[in-house]
């Protein structure tokens, strides 16, 4: 058996077995926290027909006997007088009473002579979905060779990753387990099979609206595999390949989707802190040496640096929308329209901290050292108490 480290997910021989599990809650007999169950659609209602014109719609015949015990005993009696008893080894499923209100409704298939009657189930009356088994057949939910087939096909390429899990399985998980708004995260992503299924359902779905968060370590691949012949030198590259290439093929399989279905992502890494270790004792630091600290950013740092680790400390979802527009001939970063604009050039100037004000931004958030000069530097709150006061101003 091989198992994967920190992982619900274990592979045996040619098979793979997945152990689902949540925190559940129960704080009273009506309350729950934690995990809710929905219900997974209900593909196939063609059992149900309507050969009578029944005023209430669709029905299918379902039987009035369990083998559990549900109701004391009681006879029943045929329009044409014929006593039907409970079999020895089954039990009535519904009460007299149950029972004689059925009838009276006219849901009851009498049946000839001593067969045993059956009720009306209507598709009216039955829940907007199927309540999720309990072992996932491989038809139901896929198995590994589908899921293997799956990432062949994606990335165009034979056995660059092996135990890949198979969409339809989290698919179903996703239908089962989350909400058409909800965010599924994958602390062990490898290939980024989430993703892949995620965008797949919400294509499926038309309204679907998931958001992915895929986490995972930039473990090196061996320089003897596929994946290493193929160009990838870390699993996260595959992964973002296969992200790429599923949200092409949706929309390629989907061309009404263009422009409605979000295809698109970020990736980030973790990484140290973007400002200089400036913490000296005094007798540390020469005279000379105070100009080298005039900026305290890192010097291999890129604005984007700056803007997502500003995002980060504002709370601010990394999701969010981002456009670029240039004010005076600087670079602006304009977050979730105009609820954060960032600026990291240099040398800027009053003018655009004034046009940057007169939009009245959330956030407004500056670099230290780009500020063209010190009277800039001296009017930067006056220009922001002039054309937007409210203005929440942010200077690295």
């Known amino acids: 058996m091989h198992t994967r480290k920190n992982s619900a997910i274990y592979f045996s ?30 593909e196939d209602t063609s059992a149900y027909t309507n050969p009578d014109n029944d005023p209430k719609g669709p029905w299918k015949p379902d039987p009035i006997t369990a083998h559990n015990y549900y109701s004391a005993d009681y006879s029943i009696q045929k329009p044409d007088g014929t006593i039907i008893e409970r079999p020895q080894d089954r039990y009535w499923a519904f009460s007299e009473e149950t029972w004689n209100r059925l009838v009276k409704e006219k849901a009851v298939i009498w049946g000839a002579g001593s067969s045993m009657p059956m009720v009306k189930r209507y598709l009216c ?47 179903k998980l996703m239908l089962i387990a989350t909400k058409k708004n909800d ?26 609206n998931r958001k992915f968060i895929m986490v995972q370590l930039p473990e090196e691949t061996d320089e003897k595999s596929e994946a290493f012949k193929a160009g990838y030198k870390n699993i996260c590259e595959i992964g973002k390949e296969r992200i790429r290439r599923a949200g092409k093929r949706i929309l390629e399989e989907h061309p009404e989707l263009a422009g409605k279905l979000d295809i698109g992502f970020r990736v980030l890494k973790v990484d140290s802190t973007n400002m200089q270790d400036v913490y000296y004792q005094p007798a540390e630091i020469t005279q000379t040496e105070l100009f080298t600290l005039a900026d305290n950013i890192k010097p291999d740092r890129t604005p984007e640096d700056l803007l997502f680790q500003v995002m980060l400390d504002l709370g601010i ?9 240039t004010i005076g001939g600087k670079r602006v970063f304009n977050v979730a329209e105009g609820y954060l604009l960032a600026c990291f050039d240099s040398n800027v100037t009053g003018e655009v901290i004034t046009e940057i004000a007169k939009q009245q931004p959330y956030y407004a958030v500056f670099r230290d050292s780009s500020l063209a000069s010190d009277s800039v530097a001296a009017n930067f709150e006056q220009i922001f108490a002039t054309y937007s006061p409210s203005t929440e101003r942010k200077v690295l």
Not at 131 to 159: C, M, N, Q, W, Y
Not at 194 to 207: I, Q, R, Y
């Open 13 to 42: 021989g040619s098979h793979e077995y997945v152990l689902c599990y949540a925190k559940h809650k129960r704080t009273s007999n009506q309350d729950k926290e934690g995990f809710i169950r929905n219900l997974l659609p209900r």
């Open 125 to 171: 009356d039955v829940q907007d979905g199927l309540v999720p088994i309990t072992l996932f057949s491989r038809e139901f939910a896929g198995d590994t060779s589908s899921a293997k087939k799956r990432i062949d096909d994606i990335l165009e390429h034979k056995g660059i990753f092996e135990y890949t899990k198979p969409i339809k399985l989290l698919q």
């Open 317 to 325: 979802l990394l999701s969010s929308k981002i456009e670029e527009t």
């Open 183 to 208: 965010i599924v995260l994958d602390f062990f992503s490898g290939s980024a099979s989430t993703a892949d299924a995620l965008l797949s359902l919400s294509a499926e779905e038309n309204k679907g």
